[in-house]
């Protein structure tokens, strides 16, 4: 048996950030081997795990965990969960406010993660979260006289 002590303070003090509720209505598939987990996903095996559509896929957790990022892969996962329930962002910025406000450095990154946390450094102030999030909030009016 192996276990794991996930603490999610961080989860919970961004949803708190962008008032949203936690819940854990989500399916958590922990992959066999990091090659399982490559050809499920198609992703390389510096990413830890992917969200789709209610799923959140990881790295076996005992890799991500030698590897030292086990508990972020999971709330940066579950923020995507989360954030898809309640806004409709653009790719980059969600990525971008996740990577963000979990406090990931830029140069912990590779690839498209790399430039997502660049281009929101440099688009986007602290300060203007709140307004720029709400725009996105589903069924806001904002977004919904953007529509055709
Ligand atoms: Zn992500």
Redesign the pocket.
């Known amino acids: 048996m192996k276990v794991y002590d996930l603490s999610l303070n961080q989860l919970y003090r961004i949803a708190d950030l962008l008032q949203i509720q936690v819940d854990f209505d989500v399916l958590l598939v922990e992959t066999e081997s990091i090659y399982e987990f490559h050809t499920l996903t198609g992703k390389p095996y510096h990413v830890g795990g992917?969200?789709v559509d209610g799923v959140i896929m990881t790295q076996p957790f005992d890799v991500l965990e030698k590897k030292g990022v086990l508990e972020q892969t999971i709330v940066?996962?579950m923020l995507?969960y989360l954030i898809q329930k309640s806004f409709t962002m653009p790719r980059w910025f969600?990525?971008g406010l996740?990577?963000y406000l979990t406090g990931t450095r830029v140069e912990e990154l590779k690839g498209e993660?790399r430039d997502y946390l660049e281009r929101f450094m440099r688009e986007v102030s602290y300060e203007d979260i709140p307004n720029l999030v709400s725009c996105y909030r589903n069924g806001n009016f904002i977004n919904a006289d953007l529509g055709p």
Do not use: A, G, K, Q
């Open positions: 992917i969200y940066h996962e995507h969600e990525e996740i990577l993660h």
